[in-house]
């Protein structure tokens, strides 16, 4: 384990972020560094959504006022699963049960709420739920074709990236639930077989280094959401952060609220099997 020895790794944010100690739900336990990170953030037409839902169950009712205004990629695409996952953290009775294996028991007492969100929204999505998007690519193609008005990205500087580019309505703005969306984290590691660890271990630490995070943040750089936590910053270090521009679009990182940890991979493959019975055809 090299991680936690790491100069700068008294940065990182472990609490606000608990995604950085996680590889995708797998404990890193100190043999990976955060260095990226991803949120899910919903893009919205203000023309079409005035008040923006603070949770699933405004969500839904925008939906059912709104027909044809929303849709999600088809599972198994990844940002269409995510999609469910995040439903789920949202009307499950705990959400502590979605860090540990599913038993069958469990999993259907605790995803019966999800199967009647859906079955209640899909009537009045796009295409009545009878056909979905096939990809992050294609949903977003809806969105900038103003087909639906409340679009989602595991990526927070999406909208404003295509706005600049000249590829969305710029009036496009983004949102997150009041109680937190789903996060994850890229991650550096060094192999065992590596010929020059100590190399490894600057290039880790220099990942983590405020200036380099800010850096990778910037929109014209890499746009990568930080996995620092900034109020433990110095003021300098805070000012390379908050002089940022990071588009009309993006929320600032005070405004993407609590990041949810990806679910044991025991829900997701029962739910995406289900999901597959209930709405979908296989790929």
Do not use: C
Not at 11 to 29: E, N
Not at 33 to 47: G, I, K, N, R, T
Not at 165 to 172: E, K, R
Not at 187 to 193: D, K, M, S
């Amino acid at each position: 384990p090299f991680a936690e020895q790491l100069p700068n790794f008294k940065y990182v944010d472990r609490i606000g972020k608990p995604a950085t100690l996680k590889d995708f739900t797998q404990a890193t336990d100190g043999y990976e560094s955060p260095w990226a990170m991803a949120q899910l953030v919903f893009e919205y037409d203000p023309q079409f959504v005035p008040t923006v839902p603070k949770n699933s169950t405004e969500l839904l009712a925008w939906i059912t006022e709104n027909p044809g205004r929303f849709t999600y990629p088809q599972p198994p695409d990844y940002l269409g699963t995510t999609f469910l996952k995040q439903i789920l953290y949202e009307v499950i009775s705990d959400r502590v049960m979605l860090q540990s294996p599913a038993t069958q028991a469990i999993y259907e007492k605790e995803t019966a709420k999800l199967w009647q969100w859906l079955d209640a929204a899909h009537p009045f999505m796009w295409r009545q739920g009878q056909g979905f998007p096939a990809s992050e690519s294609a949903l977003a193609q809806l969105l900038a074709d103003s087909e639906v008005a409340i679009s989602f990205s595991f990526n927070p500087g999406r909208a404003s990236a295509e706005i600049s580019a000249g590829n969305l309505n710029p009036n496009i703005r983004s949102f997150v639930f009041e109680n937190g969306t789903i996060g994850n984290v890229s991650f550096v590691a060094i192999p065992l077989n590596s010929k020059n660890k100590f190399g490894s271990l600057v290039i880790s630490n220099l990942l983590l280094d405020p200036l380099v995070q800010a850096r990778a943040q910037d929109p014209a750089i890499l746009g990568f959401m930080t996995v620092l936590d900034i109020k433990s910053l110095n003021l300098e270090d805070q000012a390379a952060f908050s002089q940022l521009d990071l588009g009309v679009a993006t929320l600032a990182p005070d405004l993407l609220g609590k990041s949810l940890l990806e679910p044991d991979v025991s829900w997701m493959s029962m739910i995406a099997q289900d999901w597959q019975k209930r709405y979908g055809v296989l790929k």
